[in-house]
C-alpha cells in the first residue's frame, strides 16, 4: 500500500512558475517509479511528467522544456517545477505511482493515486 499526498497548487498568472510536492509513504520510495498526471475540466486524464528509480524522466510534449520532474528519496517525495505556465496548464494535477514497472505514459498502468491538487492559470 502507497499513500500519495499533493500540495503546491494554486492561482498563478500565465509566465509564472509553481512548484507540486507530493509526499509518500508506505512502501520503500526508491522502488517506486513516480508520475504526474492532470486532468482539465471537460478532458480526460493525460500524462505530464514521469520519473522512474533510476531517476529517468519522461515528459509530454506539451510540458517539455517547461516542466521539470525530480525526485528525493530520503525525504520520499517527487517534485514537478512548472514554470512558463500557460491558461492550458489549468488542471487538477495528480501524483501516482507504478510499482509494476510499467509504461511510463499510460495511466492504467499506475497502481496509486494522489487526491489531486488544483493548478489555476490566469490570462
Known amino acids: 500500500q502507497v499513500q500519495l499526498v499533493e500540495s503546491g497548487g494554486g492561482l498563478v498568472q500565465a509566465g509564472g512558475s509553481l512548484r507540486l510536492s507530493c509526499a509518500a509513504s508506505?512502501?520503500?520510495?526508491?522502488?517506486?517509479?513516480m508520475g504526474w498526471f492532470r486532468q482539465a475540466p471537460g478532458k480526460e486524464r493525460e500524462f505530464v511528467a514521469a520519473?522512474?528509480?533510476?531517476?529517468?524522466?519522461y515528459y509530454a510534449d506539451s510540458v517539455k522544456d517547461r516542466f521539470t520532474i525530480s525526485r528525493d528519496n530520503a525525504k520520499n517525495t517527487v517534485y514537478l517545477q512548472m514554470n512558463s505556465l500557460e491558461p492550458e496548464d489549468t488542471a487538477v494535477y495528480y501524483c501516482?505511482?507504478?510499482?509494476?514497472?510499467?509504461?511510463?505514459?499510460?495511466?492504467?498502468?499506475?497502481?496509486?493515486w494522489g487526491q489531486g491538487t488544483q493548478v489555476t492559470v490566469s490570462s
Open positions: 520519473i522512474w528509480r533510476g531517476s529517468m524522466p
Open positions: 501516482a505511482a507504478d510499482l509494476q514497472l510499467g509504461a511510463p505514459r499510460n495511466q492504467y498502468d499506475y497502481d496509486y
Open positions: 508506505g512502501r520503500t520510495f526508491s522502488s517506486v517509479n
